[in-house]
């Protein structure tokens, strides 16, 4: 028995094992079958949509149990039923996002359209939800986006392969990616917005990030992505001036996400061969933040990470080694204010550095 992480403590169980979604499905890669079927128990039952979507957000994060976060999502859109909100569109995407079934996000995206107009909040939710949707829907469009990764990771070929492969359909990628940060950007200028501004940024930031674990997501295509994710962040972090959101706070695990997101998109600068002049102005302002930090562990991690990859980038001998010699350096203070840290520990032996 599992207990989901709600004031009211509703409860939970599985029992034997099917497919718990409620639409056909003949792909055997699919990612919302054959963890199932979920029984809820009648407390949970009981509760209106509304708290069965925040328990399946709450399970995304606790145990990812997916069959059973698949469970809670439909049963929360059954209750909805044939209302017309935000709420139950919102429901739907997500839960299209997570199980990766399109239909879902298309009926939320035709409630979306009903509502779009009811005032500038609708109208920006409404219109961040229609941009991730396509995302969505772009990459389900990929051929191969349920591969399995091969056994024993790409080989040297594979990795040369993918670097070079153009993204079919770029086009709607970066006009959907162009609209999901004017959407955000239209609902951090609303001061009414700032509860929804934050969990549409906390949301849209986890929504991205989780696509970088897809075989087909090529090195081109997490540039594209994330590229977008990083001036997501800097707009909210508040790492650029024109921020309108700075110091808003969204939370450690979300944080965490927003720092990441710049070293997904710099190792795909280096794999795509961008200039290096480039992918320094690009990091510049989380470099510069990541700097100012130097008794945060996770910063200085971070940052020596940054560094090496940059090392990588540069073509002038001296600028790359300088580059390493302050990633070492940062990995040493971390280790100081870790010392038990074993990724830090690895890292340092990786580069022939004592941490005894």
């Not at 207990?3 to 029992?15: E, I, L, Q, V, Y």
């Not at 949509?49 to 145990?63: K, Y």
């Not at 969204?250 to 795909?268: C, E, F, N, P, Y």
Request: negative net charge; contains cysteine.
């Amino acid at each position: 028995m599992k207990h989901a992480k709600s004031s009211s403590a509703p409860k939970r169980a599985r029992t034997s094992k099917e497919c718990s979604a409620d639409h056909e499905c003949t792909d055997d890669n699919c990612s919302c079958c054959g963890d199932g079927p979920v029984q809820l128990d009648d407390q949970v039952l009981s509760q209106p949509a509304h708290t069965l979507l925040a328990l399946a957000l709450e399970e995304i994060e606790s145990t990812g149990d997916r069959a059973v976060v698949i469970k809670l999502f439909e049963t929360a859109i059954e209750k909805f039923g044939n209302e017309k909100s935000l709420e139950h569109a919102w429901a739907l995407l997500r839960l299209a996002e997570y199980a990766e079934f399109m239909d879902y996000a298309e009926k939320a995206v035709l409630i979306a359209k009903e509502l779009g107009t009811a005032g500038q909040m609708e109208a920006s939710l409404c219109g961040l939800l229609e941009a991730r949707a396509q995302v969505l829907s772009f990459c389900l469009e990929q051929s191969n986006w349920r591969d399995p990764v091969p056994d024993g990771g790409d080989s040297d070929d594979d990795v040369d392969e993918d670097t070079s492969k153009p993204i079919v359909g770029e086009q709607k990628l970066v006009d959907s990616l162009a609209q999901l940060v004017a959407a955000h950007n239209a609902l951090s200028a609303l001061s009414t917005a700032v509860p929804s501004f934050i969990d549409a940024y906390r949301g849209t930031l986890t929504f991205l990030f989780a696509r970088r674990e897809a075989h087909a997501l090529t090195s081109r295509m997490l540039l594209v992505l994330f590229d977008a994710a990083v001036t997501l962040v800097y707009g909210h972090e508040g790492w650029l001036a024109t921020s309108s959101t700075a110091g808003i706070d969204s939370g450690d695990d979300t944080r965490k996400i927003a720092h990441q997101t710049a070293l997904v998109w710099a190792m795909a600068a280096a794999e795509c061969s961008v200039d290096s002049a480039v992918v320094e102005a690009r990091l510049e302002p989380i470099v510069k933040y990541l700097a100012s930090q130097p008794n945060d562990t996770e910063c200085c991690k971070l940052y020596a990470q940054l560094l090496l990859v940059l090392c990588g980038c540069y073509e002038d001998e001296e600028k790359a080694m300088d580059a390493y010699d302050l990633a070492s350096s940062k990995l040493v203070q971390a280790h100081r204010l870790s010392p038990n840290d074993p990724e830090i520990k690895s890292q340092l032996a990786d580069m022939g550095q004592s941490f005894d």
